[in-house]
């Protein structure tokens, strides 16, 4: 392996004066060991010269230890922005419902255990694989080039479900802007209702005593006979609520299915372009600017779950919702039933947005020894306790419904639109000041559907960032604006009469299979392929050393436990597949044909780019074969580099960190990668042959451009190689 310097700086002509390979490490560094006391003084603001470029993105700061592509104001800004990013709409509308379907306060025991076993290890994965790699979740797969389509299906789903996901933030825009009046237009029948709009249960028919004989008659002739039903025997009309109502007729402006497309609803579409000017405004400087917007996005819906809580708990009937939901009703015996934790894993898979490529894309952007394991812990258990909570605020009013409108809690539980657009709005309508609840309500769905949608657009802004760091350097705003402006178009058809029956069909395809079949790829190719103990590896660079104590769980769940869980999941998803429906609509047989289409187009790059990476790759599959690790070795002698940079410091306890600034993807497998990330201690005489190295994994010659980094605590240094690496 040979390393040529090939820029120019004070310090790197001054590391390239002549020095035989004889003189070593300690000859080179008795050259250059003994600098003058200026040149000590200015070694730290020489650092600046010792960078390949010092042009800078624009959301970058002379504090970023990444000045290509910048990293996080703060710690808080990338931990609210995680938090924002996994706790979103799923934890409010959906968890609740899984919770007393599932035999209530029972369900939290596979829920617990699905997220210790396959929800947080590939969230740690994930966080680590970002962070370690500086990049987003395309480029990431240079460490494996062969599944980097994993990379672009990740964010071709992200950008089908940004469409409809803005969407739904705009219902909530909509209903925010309905709340500012003094009586909530859903809160009776009024002119836009039809005759089965109707806030109680009507009476068809029943069972009653005439003559001494029992007959079944209509209510109208129960009552003019003034006879009286027979418990037990009432037959109820089809009514619908008034909210039921608002929501297909006048909000949606609903169709009679998919076919019929109809016109696009004027003040939804003009809610879409206002979330997306929202989003583009958080967005438009990068982490810089939505880390700062995610302090008030992320915390405030808290205060509200915390105020609807409290106004809640003290109403009638909450009591009877909260046991529903996690009391006297949870049934231990539901555990028997393979269902509930199938429902378990999935909630858990999808509620912590693992495999969507924003994970990798949000800690891309940390510094390099950022405590990613304390990072993941703390976000995965905030987001579980958070639809914990949520759970105890939605049913404590949807109780309260069940008491006024005498109905048992399971006939007003709904989950997913109908909890969000239907029977809370309901139940907020009972309560006093109802403007006012139906505010708070509304604008926390709003405020949980932006963190979300943040992270998902910087999943895209991330990639094209990789692609092109030199357009995003000068056109960042540009871009984003321009990037939010297509996906506003394409998102028009989900704001026509027919629009929710699109948003249904995206989210029952690309939400669900592809994410699944891209997750299975990513951890069987990072711990089977790339390796499962050299990724741990590149994590305790990050971290520290840990016990083999420590990493027993996640090597346990890593290669066995969380593949086989993500596989059961897939297979039992296919077994189980039904056509989408909305309601009692179903969907033509060509919607569910866009439907597969859709998900055949984000899953399609996986195999084509594999395939297309070993047709450019010389040589054949036989001739690919693994290299065993070799140390660099260089007529300019490495590590005299090294040791020449620690003869700066006069404090001999100095440490030094080394890495390189990204992978090689130049290998037909698993990629030809320099690995120099490790800590020197200065002034060491000994350097293990396992501390500086090159894995390499293809027979084929290849010539690359690479930067090498060393810095301390005062100090940066950076040179760039030309590394011919040649099998040996």
């Not at 003994?34 to 040149?39: A, F, I, Q, R």
């Amino acid at each position: 392996m040979v390393f040529n310097p090939l820029v120019s700086s004070p310090l790197r002509r001054l590391l390239r004066q002549e020095c035989s390979v004889e003189q070593g490490a300690i000859g080179l560094a008795a050259q250059l060991a003994v600098p003058t006391l200026p040149w000590r003084l200015q070694l730290p603001r020489l650092a600046k010269d010792f960078n390949l470029t010092n042009e800078k993105d624009a959301h970058s700061s002379d504090s970023d230890e990444n000045a290509e592509r910048g990293n996080w104001s703060s710690k808080g800004d990338y931990l609210l922005s995680m938090v924002g990013y996994a706790v979103g709409l799923g934890n409010v509308w959906r968890f609740p419902y899984l919770t007393y379907q599932n035999g209530g306060g029972a369900f939290l025991i596979p829920y617990t255990l699905m997220l210790a076993l396959a929800g947080l290890p590939l969230f740690f994965m994930e966080c680590s694989l970002g962070q370690f790699a500086s990049l987003g979740p395309v480029s990431v797969w240079r460490i494996l080039p062969l599944f980097q389509g994993v990379g672009i299906t990740m964010v071709i789903i992200s950008a089908f479900v940004t469409i409809y996901y803005n969407v739904i933030i705009a219902y909530a825009l909509y209903y925010l802007f309905a709340s500012f009046q003094k009586v909530l237009p859903w809160s009776d029948c009024f002119s836009w209702a039809d005759e089965f709009c109707s806030k109680t249960r009507i009476v068809n028919d029943c069972n009653a005593t005439l003559g001494g004989e029992i007959i079944r008659a209509n209510f109208s002739v129960i009552t003019s006979h003034n006879l009286t039903c027979i418990n037990g025997t009432i037959n109820y009309k089809p009514v619908q609520f008034p909210s039921e109502q608002y929501w297909n007729k006048v909000a949606l402006q609903r169709s009679s299915g998919l076919d019929e497309t109809g016109r696009i609803v004027w003040y939804l579409a003009l809610c879409l372009l206002l979330s997306w000017i929202i989003v583009a405004a958080a967005l438009f400087k990068g982490i810089k600017s939505s880390g700062k917007v995610v302090y008030f996005t992320a915390l405030f819906p808290y205060v509200i779950l915390l105020i609807l809580l409290v106004r809640g708990a003290t109403l009638e009937g909450a009591l009877d919702g909260i046991e529903y939901y996690i009391g006297r009703q949870s049934n231990i015996t539901k555990l028997m039933e393979a269902e509930v934790w199938k429902d378990a894993a999935t909630q858990i898979f999808y509620s912590l947005s693992v495999a969507w490529g924003g994970l990798v894309a949000l800690s891309s952007y940390n510094k390099f020894h950022n405590n990613c394991y304390s990072d993941a812990i703390l976000v995965c258990v905030t987001n579980c306790v958070t639809s914990v909570f949520a759970g105890f605020a939605i049913f404590s009013i949807l109780g309260h419904m069940a008491f006024v409108s005498e109905r048992p809690v399971s006939e007003v539980v709904d989950s997913g639109f109908d909890l969000a657009f239907v029977a809370y709005p309901e139940a907020l309508s009972k309560l006093p000041v109802s403007p006012l609840w139906s505010f708070l309500f509304f604008f926390m769905l709003l405020l949980l559907g932006l963190d979300s949608q943040f992270a998902s657009i910087e999943t895209l802004t991330t990639t094209i960032q990789d692609i092109s760091p030199k357009v995003m350097k000068k056109l960042r705003v540009p871009v984003t604006l321009g990037l939010c402006a297509v996906l506003f178009l394409l998102g028009l058809i989900c704001v026509t009469q027919a629009g929710i029956y699109w948003v249904n069909l995206i989210d029952h395809f690309c939400a669900g299979w592809g994410i699944l079949i891209s997750a299975v790829l990513e951890i069987i190719g990072i711990v089977y392929i790339y390796g499962g103990n050299r990724f741990i590896e590149d994590i305790e660079m990050m971290i520290g050393k840990k016990s083999c104590l420590f990493w027993m769980w996640w090597r346990v769940c890593w290669f066995f436990v969380t593949p086989a869980l993500l596989m059961a999941i897939l297979i039992w998803s296919l077994i189980t597949f039904s056509r989408p429906t909305y309601g009692s609509v179903s969907y033509p047989n060509w919607g569910t044909a866009v439907g597969w289409c859709m998900i055949i187009f984000c899953v399609i790059w996986i195999p084509i780019v594999a395939i297309v990476k070993i047709l450019k790759a010389e040589g054949s599959l036989v001739e690919v074969r693994e290299k065993k690790p070799t140390l660099i070795t260089s007529n300019l002698n490495f590590f005299g580099i090294i040791r020449t940079i620690c003869a700066f410091f006069s404090d001999t306890s100095t440490t030094l960190t080394c890495f390189s600034t990204g992978f090689l993807d130049q290998n037909i497998i698993s990629g030809s990668y320099i690995k120099v990330a490790s800590i020197l201690p200065c002034f060491d005489e000994k350097i293990k042959s396992n501390s500086l190295g090159v894995h390499t994994y293809t027979p084929f010659k290849r010539d690359f451009f690479h930067q090498f980094c060393c810095y301390s605590s005062s100090f940066k240094f950076c040179e760039e190689f030309l590394l011919l690496s040649i099998p040996i």
